[in-house]
């Protein structure tokens, strides 16, 4: 936790975002820091709502108006880019930081060709000729798995699968041969048999390219099957990070221990864990102190009024007074 | 796809059937014609003679022939008021009208797509709220007083253009044009934003109304997140996906600008069919009358046609039918 | 019972959030008055051609050199007072324009709980019918049978029947406008239990549509009627502006802007424009109205066109 930020792929420090409301601003993210080593798969797991999918926009600096980052720093391989005017962060979208999102039926065009989508964003970010940008985005599409790819370059997005047209998104996204990937809900909208080839091909691309990537997802299954380390989060807070071995077996945060209650192959080992009771509040409903403490199991009094700091327990780092002695 | 195109073709021409139908009956069975040709003071065998001569004698199957016929010949029969053969009157002032729809429609797709697009990617800047604005009053306002507001501005206060007419036309053929002489060009000002104001406005509306729904789709945001170019996102991508449902609106729509020219003729003494046509309902002209009902309706047939085209062209989706027939996984 | 049954303060209160609804609420009470009450209000009586005097014809508004105060808005060529041609004239539209909405009204709602209610072929035929009216500009249909009219009536029976001639072309080139929304409306109203209670108790296919059905869709009608109002106005002035509409003998607004047109070019503007300036304000706030009643009566009510 203490290398130098240049060591790192992505370095998020302090991070706060905020949305203007009646009320006066809301805290959507609030303090997150967290690290991603190159080549590192670092899995971000939470609700809906709790601050995942605004951190990775942020990142890319795709905030949606009126919401913007108050306070932080967003460092890419050591280089600053949160302070980036729109044209420099243009040349850092798609060259440096890949971007996969949830449905890949709707991320895609329909009314353009497969390699017309691949050859703009090629050749936006690397001066060639079209029958270069055509080559590559070949060479692309049979890098992401996508069979008799010469004869489906010319189709259009409708002509794919849903399977298929996510391997086109992630042909797109590592377009340039960007050092982060950020992968937001990759497989969800997918079925589950798809599920795992796409997993499979993400893990394989990220070995084999040295991309670190950001796995936002709700599904602890998903985090166990790909990723090395994960970031828990609950409204806007990161309250558990550490390697995904430690987090899985043995969860120190309240809010770990039921969020892993639910993946159902591990249920019996951890049987004692109920599910979460209630939902997430909206934000700008969120209580003081520990965010958590109202649906929390082993609540106490310190809870509800002081809010605890991530420290480190071991190999993670958590945010709970349960061991804080 | 060619199914498709088959199907449309035969469509168009069972409308086109029906409505040379109606012509027909207005025809026949509409008003009485040798009393709108002859004075009150004809004699009885005068009219019997005129009746034997434009064959209103013979029974109604007969009559319903030799009019298909007619019209297969190109023949329309005789306006009652100018005793012209109504085809050789359609010529003459076709060239105008269509030369007002057609500077009408270009103003209408080039300054309401630009406007919309404007209005679309800066919705809170001062000229997109103006805009808005102006559209709602627009839509409002009858065409006839856009004209006639425009006349007693222009024409009346400032004098910067003519209030009536067509200017000098030079003649090619059978064709007349006034888009190649001065005045022609500065008669054709006034009554071509006059008829274009409403499909402007209409255009718009929608191409912002319809940017702003795609600027929300996740394709466009997974472009921006490629670092695609501004200019790449909104005039490319995002603009071909505002197009398709535009196309349509604006394809019924540039149909009933030859609707509205008829208005805007009149306002601008615009010797054109609109104007013709006004006559002939002024003074009960049927030949005219169902001659110009067919031609509307042909313009509408083709514009028609020409949309699913241009459809075609447009969306991949279409063109192999249903869709999402790919390979699977 | 439609107005009862949401509060009227809820009405109220969103036509006072809306500045824009209130000023065209303004301006079209204004005219409606004016209208109404013309030959009380208006300063002389533009149909006594004895008050006529042509020492005062074509006279500018009274703010311009040579206008007189007598005259607010000028006079015409036979110095006919402006403002009271213009109010007159008003009362003629709008008599034209609710009789044509009433008829269309009566025909769109009649074929329109036929065809959702009947289904099959009876709402295929009629529905088929309605898409070919509606890609025909109306205009164009009314100009139609006006036209039709005008060759089958002895002139004198014509004059006479003028503005029934109008009310009934609006009226068949808009029924559309009702007849689509009151079919979808009746055709999710009929697949209701209520109407299969009434069915069950053996009430007849008109009681069923009338006391049953008909009450839900007077909300959209209601909607349709406000804005088609703004539509039949704006055609019968069209109409009469292109000389088939209302003869000078009983002059709309339209009729005045027509006949003042001629004389635009000697730079007298105000015969015309001030009558074609009152069409647009009607019709303006009758379509404001309009818009302001759809949005809220139903914010998911999408009907007019």
Known sequence: MTASPAGHALSVRNLSVEFPSGRGRLLAIDDVSFDVAPGEILGLVGESGAGKSLTGSAIIGLIEPPGRIASGEILLAGRRIDNLDDTQMRHVRGREIGMIFQDPRTSLNPLFTVSRQLTDTIREHRPMSATAARQEALRLLEMVGIPAAAQRLDSYPHEFSGGMCQRVVIALALAAGPRLIIADEPTTALDVSTQAQIMKVMKDLCKSSGSAMMLITHSMGVIAALADRVAVMYAGRIVEIGPVADVILHPRHPYSKGLIASIPSLEQKMARFSQIDGAMPRLGRWPGGCSFHPRCPSRMDVCSTVRPELTEKGNAMMACWLDAS | MLTFLIKRLAQAGLVLMSVSFCSFLLFNFVGDPVQQMMSATASTEDREALREQLGLNASTPVQFVRFVGNIAHGNFGNSYRLGRPVERLIAERLPATLELVAVAAVFALVLGIAMGLQSGLAPTSLLARITQWGSLIGVSLPTFFIGIGLITVFSVWLGWFPAFGRGDVIQFRWWSTGLLTASGLQSIVLPAITLSLFLMTLVMRLVRGELLEVMRTDYIKFARARGLSKRLIYLVYAFRNTLVPVITVIGLQIGSLVAFSIITETVFNWPGLGLMFVDAIQFADIPVMATYLMLVALVFVVINLVVDVLYLAIDPRLRTGSGGSGAAT | ?305
Not at chain 3, 82 to 105: D, N, P, W
Not at chain 3, 119 to 128: E, Q
Not at chain 3, 249 to 260: D, I
């Open chain 3, 1 to 305: 019972m439609l107005l009862r049954s949401m509060s009227e303060s809820h009405l109220w209160h969103s036509l006072r959030q809306s500045v824009t609804t209130m000023a065209a609420l303004l301006a079209l009470t204004v005219l409606v008055v004016g209208a109404v009450f013309s030959p009380w209000l208006a300063p002389t009586n533009p149909f006594d051609v004895a008050s006529l005097d042509l020492l005062n014809a074509s006279m500018p508004p009274s703010w311009l050199p040579g206008g007189d105060f007598k005259f607010l808005l000028g006079t015409d060529a036979q110095g006919r007072d402006m403002l009271s041609a213009i109010m007159f004239g008003m009362r003629i539209s709008l008599i034209v324009g609710l009789c044509s909405v009433a008829l269309a009204m009566a025909i769109g709602i009649t074929l329109g709980l036929t065809a959702g209610y009947a289904g099959g072929s009876v709402d295929a035929f009629i529905m088929r019918f309605a898409d070919v009216q509606l890609a025909f500009p109306s205009i164009l249909l009314a100009l139609l049978i006006s036209g039709i009219a005008r060759s089958t009536l002895s002139s004198q029976t014509y004059q006479a029947s003028a503005l029934w001639v109008v009310v009934l072309a609006i009226g068949l080139s808009t029924w559309v406008l009702f007849a689509r929304p009151v079919r979808a409306a009746c055709m999710v109203e009929k697949t209701k239990d209520y109407v299969h209670a009434a069915r069950l108790l053996g009430l007849g296919r008109v009681t069923i549509l009338l006391r049953h059905i008909l009450p839900n869709v007077l909300g959209s009608v209601l909607v349709i009627a406000t804005l088609g109002l703004g539509v039949s106005v704006l055609i019968e002035a069209s109409l009469s502006f292109l000389g088939v509409g209302m003869p000078p003998t009983q002059p709309s607004l339209g009729t005045l802007v027509s006949s003042g047109r001629d004389y635009i070019a000697a730079g007298e503007w105000w015969m015309t424009l001030f009558p074609a300036l009152t069409v647009a304000v009607l019709v303006l706030s009758v379509n404001l109205l309009g818009d302001w009643l759809r949005d809220a009566l139903n914010p998911r009510l999408r009907l007019a066109r």
